[in-house]
């Protein structure tokens, strides 16, 4: 007899802590157990070995506990790898090989859901716009020809450190009419990362956006493989197109190469409009992370976003973060007496002002905030219990106990090694920039983001979502929210309150980069990059 067309497939929702320590014939005889006949049961109904009573009585056992963990999943595992595990998740067994297929079940229902803390800045109608002046482009006709002069780079630190070396690699190649070969990045000394650009960045799409600005080749060519080049290593401060002209020109032009290392934050955040726009082509548009590392970061974005919106959070709370802020965990008098050691072993690693007590940098706002501010900031600003939060960053001093105040108050917490499926990180191990550039993707993609200490990382995000189109982006406003952290005579509702009016204007809304001197344009493309005229001709998106 045909089935009703009425009829629905069920589903039970099992963890995936179960399937695993399941074999593969034990889990299909648990979900494809046959009929049986009942004339053996017959046989020995009465009887004090009756084997098929026992089997049926553990089988509606087993049956009805797993009924129930099914409607009580979540609650018992807020920290299961699948976050999307759902009545409607397939699990396919084929020749003992047991996967779970993340379907989700689609976006939550926003418009019942979504509170305060969901909504999005007013981007006051701001858009991407990168209008190169005509003696720019009638330049870039010369400059792209360029088979002569050469510029090789060195860049150093972690990934954002290393995208920040290569947008000014390209704006200095650009300055000096100079042709860029793809740039070296030194292999990480605390980390042991040997990855080269190609491994980070998709690089012909590098090269493809900036056609029209630079030439980019892979190598050197070996017209000029034995070229004498002018080696800069300590390249100054904040220097401008100007002194960048007048230092290498005449060199490059006699020798044909041009060497430098050292780049990070040298090249002036003041320079000419064009330049300006080209850093933000470079930055927001030619940089595009390799295919291996997108697909994994949009895999573990939708596993965050297949039951409707979440935080990303980038937390600074590793040992390396307290010792060379100067400042302390807040963990306990153990924790803290680690990090003065290591402050006391090498003095050099300290970044902060030396002058000024832990407590005095703790006001001043030069310090990350622990799991316990984190947590109490955003439930002041509304984020409901039941956000689902993607942390990004390296293992905290302390590890799940340094972050046991944020758990306990948002249970819905994962990162990179929890959302992943088995074997999905291998091919990233032991390679710190391609994990961070995951991270990068998921806390790009995230519906609202929030860092605990700025950083390059913090900034880079920044800026992105101001391109994007202005997506909430909450910065702490540590230096005036603290001391209502340290008044615990302070009501509640009247805390969260003050908190809330503090980040009124802190929530990703357009902000001028001109309004304070020595702003970097990666983190405020507004009003260089992007402007209000609906009809200006924007730059290409590939």
Same mark, same amino acid.
């Given at each position: 007899?045909?089935?009703?067309?009425n009829?629905?497939?069920?589903?039970?929702?099992?963890?995936?802590?179960?399937i695993?320590?399941?074999?593969?014939?034990?889990?299909?005889n648990l979900l494809l157990?046959?009929?049986?006949s009942?004339k053996p049961c017959?046989r020995?109904?009465y009887?004090?070995?009756?084997?098929c009573?026992?089997?049926?009585?553990?089988?509606?056992?087993?049956?009805?506990?797993?009924?129930?963990?099914?409607?009580?999943?979540?609650?018992?595992?807020?920290?299961?790898?699948?976050?999307?595990?759902?009545?409607?998740?397939?699990?396919?067994?084929s020749?003992?090989?047991?996967?779970?297929?993340?379907?989700?079940q689609?976006?939550?229902?926003i418009s019942?859901?979504?509170s305060e803390?969901?909504?999005?800045?007013?981007?006051r109608?701001?858009h991407?716009?990168?209008n190169?002046?005509?003696?720019?482009?009638k330049?870039?006709?010369?400059?792209?020809?360029?088979?002569t002069?050469y510029?090789?780079?060195v860049?150093?630190g972690?990934?954002?450190?290393?995208?920040?070396?290569?947008?000014?690699?390209?704006?200095?190649a650009?300055?000096?009419?100079?042709?860029?070969?793809?740039?070296?990045?030194? %292999?990480? /000394?605390?980390? &042991?990362?040997?990855?080269?650009? !190609?491994?980070?960045? #998709?690089?012909?799409?590098f090269k493809?956006?900036?056609?029209?600005d630079i030439?980019?080749?892979s190598?050197?060519p070996s017209?000029?493989?034995?070229s004498?080049?002018?080696?800069?290593k300590r390249?100054p401060?904040h220097?401008?197109?100007r002194?960048?002209?007048?230092?290498?020109?005449?060199?490059?032009n006699k020798?044909?190469?041009?060497?430098?290392?050292?780049?990070?934050?040298?090249l002036?955040?003041?320079?000419p409009?064009?330049?300006?726009?080209?850093?933000?082509?470079v930055?927001?548009?030619?940089?595009?992370?390799?295919?291996?590392?997108?697909?994994?970061?949009?895999k573990?974005?939708e596993?965050?976003?297949?039951?409707?919106?979440?935080?990303a959070?980038?937390?600074?709370?590793?040992k390396? %973060?307290? /010792?060379?802020? &100067?400042c302390?965990p807040?963990? !306990?008098?153990?924790? #803290?007496?680690?990090?003065?050691?290591?402050?006391?072993?090498r003095?050099?690693?300290?970044?902060?002002?030396?002058n000024m007590?832990y407590?005095?940098?703790?006001?001043?706002?030069?310090?990350?905030?622990?799991?316990?501010?984190?947590?109490?900031?955003?439930?002041?600003?509304?984020?409901p219990k039941?956000?689902?939060?993607?942390?990004?960053?390296?293992?905290p001093l302390g590890?799940?106990?340094a972050?046991?105040?944020?758990?306990?108050e948002?249970?819905h917490?994962?990162?990179?090694?929890?959302?992943s499926?088995?074997?999905?990180?291998?091919?990233?191990?032991k390679k710190?920039?391609?994990?961070?550039a995951?991270?990068?993707?998921?806390?790009?993609n995230?519906?609202?983001?929030?860092h605990?200490?700025?950083?390059?990382?913090g900034h880079?995000?920044?800026?992105?979502?101001?391109?994007a189109g202005?997506?909430?982006h909450?910065?702490?406003?540590?230096?005036?929210?603290l001391?209502?952290?340290?008044?615990?005579?302070?009501?509640e509702?009247?805390f969260?309150?003050?908190?809330?009016?503090?980040?009124q204007?802190?929530?990703?809304?357009?902000?001028?980069?001109?309004?304070?001197?020595?702003r970097?344009?990666i983190a405020?493309?507004?009003?260089?990059?992007?402007c209000?005229?609906?009809?200006?001709?924007?730059?290409?998106?590939?």
């Open positions: 007899m045909a089935k009703s067309k009829s629905k497939l069920s589903y039970i929702s099992v963890p995936s802590q179960i695993h320590s399941l074999s593969s014939s034990s889990l299909q157990s046959p009929k049986k009942s017959n020995f109904l009887t004090a070995k009756n084997s009573f026992v089997f049926v009585f553990l089988f509606l056992f087993a049956f009805l506990g797993m009924l129930k963990l099914s409607f009580d999943v979540e609650p018992i595992l807020p920290f299961s790898p699948y976050p999307c595990l759902t009545p409607q998740t397939q699990i396919t067994i020749s003992g090989d047991q996967r779970s297929a993340f379907l989700g689609g976006k939550m229902d019942t859901t979504e803390f969901w909504k999005q800045p007013d981007g109608g701001y991407p716009c990168l190169f002046s005509h003696e720019y482009r330049s870039s006709e010369v400059v792209t020809r360029e088979r002069r510029l090789m780079v860049v150093s972690g990934l954002n450190q290393q995208r920040n070396q290569i947008v000014d690699a390209v704006v200095i650009r300055i000096l009419g100079a042709a860029l070969v793809v740039p070296v990045l030194q %292999v990480n /000394v605390i980390w &042991g990362d040997e990855s080269e650009f !190609s491994d980070i960045f #998709d690089l012909e799409h493809k956006t900036l056609a029209d030439h980019i080749v190598s050197l017209t000029h493989l034995m004498r080049p002018v080696e800069e390249t401060l220097v401008d197109d002194w960048i002209r007048a230092r290498y020109q005449k060199r490059l020798e044909g190469v041009l060497l430098l290392r050292g780049l990070d934050s040298r002036s955040k003041d320079l409009s064009d330049l300006q726009k080209l850093r933000c082509k930055a927001f548009h030619a940089l595009r992370f390799a295919s291996p590392i997108l697909e994994l970061g949009n573990l974005a596993r965050m976003r297949c039951k409707g919106p979440y935080i959070l980038h937390l600074r709370m590793e390396d %973060v307290w /010792v060379r802020t &100067g302390l807040g963990l !306990s008098s153990e924790y #803290d007496e680690i990090i003065n050691k290591e402050r006391k072993l003095p050099e690693l300290l970044t902060a002002r030396s007590t407590h005095d940098r703790k006001l001043a706002g030069l310090c990350p905030l622990n799991a316990l501010e984190v947590a109490r900031l955003l439930k002041a600003l509304g984020a039941t956000a689902r939060i993607y942390w990004a960053g390296g293992n590890r799940e106990e972050l046991l105040p944020l758990t306990r948002f249970p917490f994962y990162n990179k090694e929890k959302l499926l088995p074997g999905e990180l291998a091919p990233f191990v710190a920039s391609l994990l961070a995951i991270d990068h993707i998921v806390a790009e995230s519906d609202v983001f929030m605990s200490h700025g950083g390059n990382m880079a995000i920044q800026g992105q979502r101001a391109y202005h997506k909430k909450i910065t702490p406003n540590k230096r005036q929210m001391r209502y952290f340290l008044n615990s005579s302070l009501p509702p009247e969260n309150k003050i908190i809330k009016e503090l980040h204007g802190s929530q990703g809304q357009p902000d001028i980069r001109t309004n304070k001197p020595g970097d344009i405020y493309p507004v009003p260089e990059c992007m209000k005229v609906s009809h200006t001709r924007t730059a290409k998106h590939d």
